[in-house]
């Protein structure tokens, strides 16, 4: 590891944190200038200004790098970096919330945090519109920073680093391989920011229009694009009418499609979704399951007519994505729909998406994999090449997709391990526990069910659901390389 470049780069990422911190203050100064509220913004980005500025200073007198430096950050420094910039970030987050007392203890301030910048979206509050809008609102923007990617936005803002930046931005960019969709790693930041900008932006309108002020519609996009889930309600969407949950169905949809489809829709190619075998399959999976869901929920009795469909669509669109909004309790839906929940949670959105899971391409090479491993047993000499997209998939890329699913079920049954001995949950939060948080979904069932929060869970076990949410957001790498002894060695 060149442990100079990282922690320069670290550094900057965290003066970019401490920028993003003045949106939440305005709301703080325009609620009140003397306030609490107000004072533990100043002061967080006062430190995080201190502390980057202070790493950059530091470097400058005792390892100056120079620009042709950064083309030296390899793979081990680029996972290193993403890993280490957003445990930094989540640090320096998580003092609003703390230094403000509307989060007494700063291990449940740090849960919130990086509950926000993972956006998986569990929460340790209650009585939630009862907090300062500066804080809501903190709440929702580290939901839209983490969704594109801090290091994305990063590399987008700053001058460009080299090489190096493919390296960041391929550490973090969620699924198996990072496109670029500009000649730079740089542009492509730049594009990606702005189609979600732009998806945004309508969004909010559109929930202007729907009845939402444009603090509550501005907190719901931002959970909404980013695929999180924090709400300004303890009730989540079910506080708003049917046509908001519609808007926020139709736009979780297009936040777990890839990015990178709809920038060339953007650019006149709308077909261009429907030639993305990822995305048929995404599709599909919410054609079948939404009339499956509302029989069901209609047979027996637990939700029938529009409201039922609604409630399917919404839930199945929320789960998938890995949203985790809710407008009902999906813990008291019969076993076979929660069971189904629970595997969406595991396959997530597309690759390229802002949500989490393995990403529904992981679990289709997997399954394609499997299946052609059977027909090879009965047929020896059979040539069947796997093909995603109508195109070879690499041997290698098999082989690391099959890597990441193991590293993910163990992951998953470790957290599920964990909670058992830290908070003697039992076998249903427990187990739904863990893989809403590696997942990053939010919303469990049990005791982490859709009408409950993760605030009785002991210290430890929320430190190491912290752990699960950084492992899932970053593709588990870039959080498991920073327990490898070699990955510290020059």
Known sequence: MHLPLVINVVARILLVASMAMFWPLLWALLEDPGSRETRAFVFSILISIAVGSCG?????KFWPI???DYDAIGAKDGLSIVGLSWISVS?????????????????????????????????????????????????????WMGGMGIIVLTVALL????????????????????????????????TL???????????????????????????????????????????????????????????????GCSFILHFRALRGKPLVYFRSEEFRIYLGLMVVLVPVFSGILWLTGAGGGWEGIRHACFQIISILTTTG????????????????????????????STGGGMKVVRVYVAL???????????????????????????????????????????????????????????????????????????????????????????PEGKWF????????????YAILILFVPAAWRR
């Open 368 to 458: 394609k994999s499997g299946f052609k491993s059977i027909i090879r047993s009965i047929l020896p000499n059979v040539v069947m090449p796997l093909k995603v997209d109508s195109k070879p998939v690499p041997e290698a890329y098999v082989v690391n997709a099959g890597a990441y699913f193991i590293l993910y079920i163990f992951l998953f049954l470790l957290g599920t391990v964990v909670m058992t001995i830290t908070d003697g949950a039992d076998l249903v939060t427990a187990f739904s526990a863990s893989v809403a948080c590696l997942s990053n979904i939010g919303p469990g069932l049990g005791d982490v069910g859709a009408s409950r929060n993760y605030a009785w869970i002991s």
């Open 325 to 352: 909004f809710t407008t009902t309790d999906f813990d008291l839906w019969p076993p076979f729909l929660k069971i189904s929940l629970i595997v969406l949670m595991f396959i997530g959105g597309c690759a390229g």
């Open 465 to 476: 659901l912290s752990f699960l949410m950084l492992a899932g957001r970053l593709e588990l």
């Open 193 to 255: 920011w702005s189609v979600y900008f732009l998806l945004s932006l309508i969004e909010t309108l559109f929930l202007i229009l729907g009845g939402m002020t444009l603090f509550e519609a501005l907190c719901h996009t931002f959970g909404t694009m980013a695929t999180g889930g924090f709400s300004t309600r303890d009730a989540s969407l079910a506080a708003f009418g049917p046509n908001i949950q519609w808007v926020v169905i139709i736009f979780m949809f297009l936040a």
């Open 56 to 60: 950059l200073l530091i470097l400058r």
């Open 91 to 143: 640090f320096v987050g998580a003092l609003p919330f703390f230094l403000s007392g509307a989060i007494p203890s700063y291990t449940d301030a740090f849960f919130e945090t990086v509950s926000g910048f993972t956006t998986t979206g569990a929460t340790v509050l209650t009585g939630i519109r009862a907090f300062p809008p500066g804080i809501l609102f903190w709440r929702s923007l580290t939901h």
């Open 66 to 68: 120079r620009s042709r």
């Open 159 to 190: 001058p460009a680093i080299g090489r190096g930046a493919y390296r960041l931005y391929s550490a973090e960019a969620p699924g198996p391989s990072a496109e670029r969709l500009q000649p730079t790693v740089k542009e492509t930041a730049k």
